[in-house]
Structure formats: structure tokens, C-alpha cells
């Protein structure tokens, strides 16, 4: 589509489809008799059947017919059953004002991958968070393009320094495209963005043209309120031009190592990275996600509800963290307690690079926290600290105070 050719890396415009990868839906046609493709025949295969007993004793079983179908080579969308729930389960989520589209890959950090190597050249300057997902740094550096940190708070990303660097750019380099950013407990400064900034955000897209990268992994462990609040809205939600990717995953809410996650957008920008889907993975595990959509269907949204909200017991997790630390870091530290995520981002009191203490002092202490220089995107030295209070126990959390 001629509106988002400026907005794609030299990589990402030359990708064409795989021939081979075409004719993978063409084989799930009725009456197909298929001699083109490379797949292999499944009654070589060792695997039956599959059941998975839940935590509460329930079961899920992959009837042998779905086993087939998720054992065999797949379109790189996803399985169509699978990317068709999730369109539903997003507009039931987000409600987004655009038509959109979704393709499935094993977890949201290979999809933002791909996001940047569709939308970031050599020489280019990418809007970030600062601080920032060191994962997302990672992926960026090895490109050749700079990250240009704006400035964030206990509330995340401040619009108005957004729009202080976006109006103050020097005209003798390439204007930014991108601004890559986690509204919801981000990582590592647990802050979520509240519904005006959001607005005002997406409002500064519009202005300046940009397309925001929406990755949200930590959007269901967002801590109930009391009284209860709804959700606040996504960026996705309010999309009305069509510029926001979003990244969601299921790793933090249903298992790790199964490695789902999906990404929604305009057709246009998911059919690209769909098409680096077909020469780096060819497509996400069948298993895994026939076995998730197997569970959400059994449960409904009823036990999908349920389920959220029994694993918002991190808001438990960070009560009794942020307890111990006014107990033991009163006075040396400062923080702001998250609302959503895994995280405690401390300000440690008179300390100007936390670097060595944190690889030092406090690892053969055996203590394991990251030092905030890792979430720069500048590398600078910083005062700061990421604790995560996901994994600990809480002997663990008195001892590591």
C-alpha cells in the first residue's frame, strides 16, 4: 500500500512471498490433491493422541483429528482457527475502530523483532522510552540505527517531552518513524500510562506521522482496584489511522515456554511481517497453539476471566515487596509503586552508577537485581535499579533486602 511504502526498511520492501509457503492454505482446500508442497505424511508420525490435565484436575484434550492439524506444517498467520479466535478475542478486547489483522509467532519479542527489522533501516532514529526494554535495545543496535530516549516518569512516557523532540529535531537528519514504547507495567520502570496520555500520544503520531509499536505483554497483570476499575484503554483502541502494531503475549499469563504471541494491525503492515514469517520461522508451533485455543474454548469467557484474575495475585507480590523495601530501604532508595507488571524501579539514594554494586556486591551477596545503565538508551551510568518480585518467595525477598 503506497501510504505505508515510507514507512518500510529497504529488507522489508524487497520481501516477496515464498512460492512454496503460497500453497500452504490452497492444501487445506477440500478435494485438493496436493503434489506441490514439501510436507511430510503424517502417518509417519509417533504422537496419538494429546490431553493436558489442568490445576484444577480439569482436562484438555486434542482430539486426534486437531492432533493431526497441529503436528503438520501450518499457514505462517497461524492456524486459522487460532488467528480467527484471536481477531474476535481482540475485538472484544480493544475494539478497534479499523479493520485489522493478526499473525501468530512464538512470543511478542520475535514479532517485535521483526516489527523493526520491517520498519527500521541503517541511519534511521527510533523513539524510545527512557528507560527501555534492554530487549528491545538488543534487537535495535546490530540494525545501525540510533534510539533517541524520551523522558518518562511514574506515569510512563511524558507527551510533552515527545513533542519537545519531535518539534526541536535537527532538520539535517532522518526524521524518526517509529516510536516503540510498553504502556502497561513496563519494563523496568513498572509505570502505566494513563488514558490522557495516551490521547495525547497518539494525537503527537498523527501530528508528526509516525506508527507507534504497542508491545503490552503486561497488559493482564494489570492490579485490580477497589473499587473496581475497567481496563485503560489501549493505544489499538484508539487507532484510527491505522498507525499502531500491537504486540500482545501470552507469556505472562498462561506459560512461558509455550511461546505464543500475536500481533494486530493493518492488513497491509501483518501481511509484512507475515512474509518474514515464511523464510525465518515458516510459522509458530501447531502444538502450541492448538492446545491453547483447545483451553480457551473450553473455558469461555468466564474461565478466561477467572483465570486473569487469579493471576493477579503479582498485586500481592508487589504489596509484600514494596512493604519489605519501606521496612529496609526506607531513607536509601526511592520508588514508585507500579500499578501493573513484575517490576520495582529503584532510585538508589546517593549513588550515581549502580553498575558495580549490582554486578559486585550484591552478586556475591547472591543476590541477582539489574543495574538501570542496562535500560538506558544511551548507556549512561544511572542510579537506578530493577528488582522483580515475580519469582522470589517471600524468604527470599526478606533475605535479599
Known sequence: MERYGKFLSKRSARRQPSAIRALQPLMATPGMISLGGGNPNGVTFPFKSASFELR?????????????????????????????YLKNFQREQHHPPQDVCIVVSSGSQDLMCKAFDMLVDEGDYVLVESPTYPGALGALRPIGCSTVGVEC??????????????????????????????????????ASLTLERKKAIYALAHKWDLLILEDD???????????????TPSLLSMDIDSRVIRLDSFSKIMSSGIRIGFATGHPFLIER???????????????????????LRKWGDDGWNAHVASVR???????????????????????????????????????????E???????????????????????????YVRASFSPASDADMVRSQ
Open 153 to 190: 516518569d511514574e506515569h510512563g512516557l511524558i507527551p510533552e517531552r515527545l513533542e519537545q523532540t519531535l518539534a526541536s529535531w535537527d532538520p539535517a537528519k532522518r526524521f524518526p518513524r517509529l516510536l516503540y514504547l510498553i504502556p502497561n507495567g513496563q519494563n523496568p520502570s513498572g
Open 56 to 84: 484444577d484436575g480439569d482436562h484438555v484434550t486434542i482430539s486426534p483429528q486437531n492432533l493431526a492439524v497441529a503436528l503438520q506444517y501450518s499457514p505462517s498467520y497461524g492456524l486459522p482457527g487460532f488467528t480467527e
Open 273 to 295: 511481517l507475515q512474509l518474514d514469517m515464511q523464510v525465518s520461522l515458516l510459522h509458530t508451533s501447531g502444538l502450541s497453539q492448538m492446545l491453547l485455543l483447545e483451553l
Open 217 to 231: 505483554p503486561y497488559y493482564f497483570l494489570t492490579y485490580p482496584t477497589e473499587p473496581a476499575k475497567p481496563m
Open 313 to 355: 495475585f503479582y498485586k500481592q507480590r508487589c504489596d509484600k515487596f514494596c512493604e519489605l523495601a519501606e521496612k529496609h530501604l526506607g531513607g536509601k532508595a526511592t520508588w514508585s509503586k507500579p500499578a501493573a507488571g513484575m517490576f520495582l524501579w529503584l532510585r538508589l539514594t546517593g549513588v550515581d552508577d549502580t553498575k
Open 357 to 383: 554494586l549490582i554486578q559486585t556486591r550484591a552478586l556475591e551477596k547472591k543476590v541477582l537485581l539489574l543495574p538501570g545503565q542496562l535500560f538506558d538508551p544511551s548507556g549512561k551510568p544511572s542510579p
